[in-house]
C-alpha cells in the first residue's frame, strides 16, 4: 500500500497554476523543472513582443516572428547572471525574472553578437554568455563588456534558466 501525503499549500498552488498555463496554452509543458521556467519565458516572449510558437522542443528556434524570422528565446531566474547557448541563432531574446510579477527583456537582438560574446564550448556542448554582456550588446555599447571574462567556461547557476 502507497501511503499519500499532503504537499505544502506553495507546491500545490505551483502545481495548480502549472494546469492553468496548460490549458491556456495547448501543446506547451510547463513541467516544474528547467522546463517550466523555459516555457514561461517562451509565452511571456510571444506575448510580449508579438511572437509565433514554434511546437515545444522545436530544434534551434522556439519561435518565429510571422516575417520569417526565426527566434531562440531563454529566460533566467532572479538570481541567474548568464544563459547557455547550443548555437548561433538568427535573433535572440533574453529574459530574466526580476519580481514575481515582472520579467527584464534583457536583450533582443541578433544571435550571431551573443554567440562571439560567449564562453568557449562547455563539456556540455553549451557556450555561456553573461547578462552584463547582453545588455551590453543590447544598449549598443559592447566595449563595455566585461573584458575579464570574455572567455568563459561556467555553468549558469541552476536557479531554473532554461529554454
Excluded at 38 to 62: R, T
Excluded at 116 to 131: D, F, I, P, T
Excluded at 134 to 145: D, F, Q, Y
Aim: glycine share 12%.
Amino acid at each position: 500500500m502507497n501511503k499519500r501525503v499532503a504537499l505544502p499549500a506553495q507546491v500545490a498552488k505551483i502545481y495548480e497554476a502549472v494546469a492553468e498555463l496548460e490549458a491556456k496554452y495547448p501543446g506547451r509543458k510547463f513541467t516544474p523543472d528547467g522546463h517550466l521556467v523555459g516555457s514561461i519565458g517562451e509565452v511571456v516572449a510571444a506575448e510580449a513582443l508579438g511572437l509565433i510558437l514554434y511546437p515545444a522542443s522545436n530544434a534551434g528556434h522556439d519561435a518565429h516572428d510571422g516575417k520569417g524570422g526565426d527566434v531562440q528565446i531563454k529566460m533566467t531566474g532572479r538570481n541567474g547572471r548568464s544563459v547557455a547557448l547550443y548555437a548561433t541563432c538568427i535573433r535572440l531574446v533574453v529574459l530574466k525574472v526580476v519580481s514575481p510579477h515582472e520579467a527584464e527583456i534583457v536583450y533582443d537582438g541578433p544571435g550571431e553578437p551573443a554567440w562571439s560574446a560567449a564562453g568557449a564550448m562547455g563539456k556540455n556542448g553549451q557556450r555561456v554568455v553573461s547578462l552584463s554582456k547582453l545588455r551590453a550588446l543590447a544598449s549598443g555599447k559592447p566595449h563595455m563588456m566585461d573584458r575579464s571574462s570574455s572567455v568563459s567556461t561556467e555553468t549558469p547557476a541552476n536557479d531554473g534558466a532554461a529554454a
